[in-house]
Structure formats: C-alpha cells, structure tokens
C-alpha cells in the first residue's frame, strides 16, 4: 500500500470511529490554500476540525507529535477559510485522531485509536 492509501484507509477508520461515538461528519479533506483539514464534524455545539495522524509505531513519538505549532497554524487557518465560505457559526474545537497499525499483506490492522478532544486552542 502507498503512504496515501494507508492515510485514506486511516482516515475511513476515523471517520467510523467519530461516527459510532455520536458525532456527526459534515465533510472530509476541506482543501483551499491554507491547507487541508481531514474530517469537518459536528459534535453538541461544536464544528470539530480533526487532524488524523497514523503510525506503524511510535520510534519517533507519538502520532499527535506530528501536529506541531506550525501544523496547528495551518490548521486554524484553513478553519478560519472554511467558515468563511460556509454558513456555519458554531464554536471550533480542534481535534486529533492518533491511529497505530500494522502492515497486513495488503491490508493494515489497526492497533489502537486514541481520540483527543481539544487537542490545541485557537491562539
């Protein structure tokens, strides 16, 4: 599998996983110039950003380490860009979805998936 499927896979097994907690998924891989934000979801009075970030292992840290102050900018950014061209007015709240899997012939085996709510503020 290409680094870009096993995003697309992870990104399905966030999305279920949002799904079957009670959130709502409003849209996926929000593109303009600032950047991309993976999944757009609704959960109570929130518009949830969510980065999903996956790993085979964690030699280099954490999957949420990779969403850096730099990364957190661009995210806000690309936030900000989406209210603009949407009509939404609810509050935003920043989340991080940290995946561990294993390779598995042509498939991967997720590990485990770690949801952090609110994982960086708008500064």
Known sequence: MTTKQIG???????KEYLEKNGIEIILTNFYCREGEIDIVA???EYTVFVEVKARQNTLFGMPCEAVTKSK??????AAQ????QSEDEMPARFDVIEILYKPFGEKICVENINHIRGAFELT
């Open 72 to 77: 957190q900018k661009k995210l806000i950014m």
């Open 42 to 44: 609704r959960e109570d």
């Open 81 to 84: 860009r989406y209210f603009e």
């Open 8 to 14: 697309d896979v992870c990104e399905d097994y966030a």
